[in-house]
């Protein structure tokens, strides 16, 4: 089973792929995403990531200056990291009875009893087992006791913190709160706990909430104290800087600001600091913001640091590329160019350079400038090379035939025909696999050149690899059905009379008309019912809601009362990761009136539905007014 590594410093996402943002609201995309809506991402710039941070740890641990926020928890399997989060927990509990027992014996707790039981809460956070509301409960229990914290106290508060500002559960702003504490206690300001501060501010960047000018300001407090950034915290400022160009909102001149100041404090940038720097370049690519030209910038500047162009940085300008690709600035015939300069290096290209090479492809067929040889030129390149494609790799190239399928350069036939080659090469396919295969037969059917028994082919096809459609697969497919029912309709109006036959086939057509419209209720409501359960876990926006309250109405398709309830749901969950508005209740409430109550003479509502639907605005006030007071 894959290895899961529940690191605390956060952004070590590697090449795993990331699980599809519904209806593209999330700012994670894979490599591999669907060619209509979704692009490649900076992983490609990130493969060489482990092999650079276990180079950059082997380093530390030399020195003798690895940090405690620095040492991740590695679990072989779920199963094992649920038995250590029991384990944990239990250690949690016993290091709080140490503390409960030293009050009871009438001798207060002392500093190291605090460590205890925060180190055992940091890896406990890990697996979700504590948050920063216990850990504020323990200070706020021991601090009127007389124990007061040190540096090791506040790293583990940080690591904690860390977890809880990465699962939305906590505010940024907690960390300035703790340098409050942290002067009240005559604490001093360490490297150590800049960097954990900083790591805290990427993962705030990572869910939208911070960026450079929070990480600026834990980098005043830190040079206001006299002392002097190393190279480890421009990294960390770096990934700052990289988590908020995932969602635009980072500009490259930042990433060469750092670099720049880097140079000035005498610091040389290694292969690290270079590998983040690509890592922004390739992301702002894909939102417009960054070019080669800006990779060009970067390799001058390891040149003048006495450095040679590694793996990882071909690999990013490859991810450059297919980024510019997806903004129709590039072709695939830019991606043979990097490539070609790599060989020219010594350098090997792998598994890694390819998949971002098929990105570029999939970035390109989206604009009608790549076909099926180009796709079949870069297989044959990499069987030369002796590079076995993997999942993602594959997963780009399908992409790409569905962006071809758009402009009629591709049929169904070709996607399965991917399909076998992954099973010839013995790689499985995944979800990304089944929802492209989806979308390759919804470009089919918008041209009538599949049917239902293409969708069966492509899910019984998956099914080999224990793949099931999901939320996005259930949006393609009734996009699907809609399509052939709209089909249907025009032929039957080509073929037959209809004004001739209305009365035979009037009982006919009435009883297709309520079939369709209960199998789309049942497609809706479990479209609804898949957005109630993701909006607690922050992928959903309340948009996604209105567009497919829309969509229902477009499909002739009235809202029943227990859809209303899962919208109330939605916002509950909305609101419960801070986002969510008082408007958004209103306006159901008063779609529900307007849709559901009323009909000529207009009925009373039942009092067990009023009560229910006053139950959920009422919990939805109460998260949203949480939200707002921890703000």
Request: net charge negative; charged share 30%.
């Amino acid at each position: 089973m894959s290895e899961v590594l529940c690191s605390s410093k956060q952004g070590r996402d590697g090449l795993a792929p990331v699980a599809h943002r519904l209806r593209g609201g999330g700012e994670e995309l894979n490599l591999a995403a669907s060619a209509n809506t979704r692009d490649t991402g900076a992983d490609a710039a990130a493969a060489e990531k482990a092999e650079v941070d276990g180079a950059a740890g082997g380093e530390r641990g030399e020195e003798g200056g690895r940090s405690v926020m620095e040492k991740p928890v590695r679990f072989p399997s779920i199963t094992m990291m649920e038995q250590e989060g029991a384990e944990i927990g239990a250690a949690l509990d016993a290091a709080e009875q140490e503390i409960e027992s030293a009050i009871a014996s009438g001798s207060a707790p002392t500093t190291s009893h605090l460590n205890v039981w925060l180190q055992a809460a940091a890896r406990a956070a890990v697996c979700d087992k504590s948050s920063m509301e216990e850990v504020n409960r323990m200070l706020g229990r021991t601090r009127p006791l007389g124990v007061r914290m040190d540096e090791v106290s506040v790293l583990h508060c940080l690591e904690v913190l860390q977890q809880d500002v990465g699962r939305g559960r906590a505010e940024m702003e907690e960390v300035f709160d703790l340098m409050k504490q942290m002067r009240s206690a005559q604490l001093e300001f360490s490297p150590d706990i800049c960097k954990g501060m900083l790591r805290v501010v990427a993962a705030a960047a990572g869910e939208g909430r911070g960026g450079m000018r929070q990480g600026k300001r834990v980098l005043e407090e830190f040079t206001s104290t006299g002392l002097r950034p190393d190279k480890e915290v421009f990294d960390c400022l770096l990934e700052v800087v990289a988590k908020s160009a995932r969602s635009g909102r980072a500009c490259k001149e930042e990433a060469f600001e750092l670099l720049g100041r880097m140079k000035e404090e005498d610091l040389r940038a290694d292969a690290n600091s270079f590998r983040l720097v690509m890592d922004i370049l390739a992301w702002s690519s894909r939102h417009g913001k960054a070019t080669v030209k800006d990779a060009e910038r970067v390799l001058q500047a390891m040149q003048e640091s006495g450095q040679e162009p590694s793996p990882s940085f071909f690999n990013g300008m490859m991810a450059i590329v297919a980024g510019m690709a997806s903004q129709n600035s590039a072709t695939v015939e830019d991606a043979r160019v990097v490539l070609e300069r790599m060989r020219q290096q010594g350098i090997q290209p792998s598994a890694v350079t390819y998949s971002a090479m098929m990105a570029a492809l999939a970035g390109a067929a989206k604009h009608n400038k790549a076909s099926m040889q180009d796709g079949e030129s870069i297989l044959l390149s990499m069987q030369e090379d002796g590079v076995e494609g993997d999942t993602i790799a594959f997963n780009a190239l399908l992409a790409a035939v569905v962006g071809m399928s758009n402009f009629g350069r591709a049929k169904v036939e070709d996607g399965m025909r991917v399909v076998r080659m992954m099973r010839r090469r013995g790689v499985n396919g995944d979800q990304t696999t089944l929802n492209s295969l989806l979308e390759l037969v919804a470009s089919a059917v918008e041209r009538r050149e599949a049917t239902e028994r293409e969708v069966e082919v492509a899910i019984e096809l998956m099914a080999e690899d224990g793949c099931a459609p999901d939320m996005s697969s259930f949006v393609v497919l009734r996009r699907i059905w809609s399509r052939l029912q709209r089909a249907r309709q025009m032929s039957w109006g080509k073929v037959n009379n209809r004004a001739a036959r209305k009365e035979e086939e009037g009982e006919e057509e009435e009883a297709r008309e309520e079939d369709r419209k209960r199998r789309a209720m049942f497609q809706f409501g479990s479209i609804f019912s898949l957005l109630a359960k993701s909006s607690w876990e922050g992928r959903v926006k309340f948009e996604d809601v209105e567009e497919t309250l829309a969509e229902m109405h477009a499909e002739g398709v009235e809202a029943t009362k227990a859809i209303y309830l899962l919208c109330f749901e939605v916002a509950i969950g909305i609101a419960s990761r801070g986002r969510g508005r008082i408007e958004h209740g209103e306006m159901l409430l008063q779609n529900m009136k307007k849709k559901v109550f009323v009909s000529p003479p207009p009925p009373l509502p039942s009092p067990l539905l009023l009560s229910s639907c006053f139950f959920f605005l009422l919990l939805f006030l109460l998260l949203l007014l949480s939200s707002c007071s921890s703000l």
